[in-house]
């Protein structure tokens, strides 16, 4: 029989399986819509970044490599949700700006993440989602988590 594994190794797989369930379910409620990962998640980090927006910028929140984030961007420009512009006085950067057409999107998204974090945190006491979060910025914080990372995410806007 195997001996049980260390909380710190736990955590982790724990932390993982999670963060894969957490993006399926999401997947899920959105897909009627046809939204996927990479389209949801482009649209909601670019509604959260204040200002001129650069692909590399975006590419950043997002977590994506740049061409991976280019397919995505070509995508949600020809259905009219975003488009690209270029900045002035740099020739190869662009800017990246939501459409109006993009307001009822994000507006099923942000419905679809509140209603699964509704179902998920209704039996978690306030004080141990206190605890886990202190935690995780702690971890972070040790794995190199940039002041602007944390500043996006503690500026408590609705997403998934």
Known sequence: MSEPLDPRHRFGLWLGLIARLWRAEVDHRLSPYGLTEARWSTLLHLSRLDGLVT??????????????????LDRLEAEGLIERRAIPGDRRAKSVHLCAKATPVLQHIKAAAEAIRAEIFADVAEADLAVCLRVFEQIAGKLGATPAAARFLDRGSKGA
Do not use: D, K, S
């Open 55 to 72: 692909q590399r910028e975006l590419a950043e929140a997002a977590g994506v490599q740049g061409p991976t984030l280019v397919r995505t």
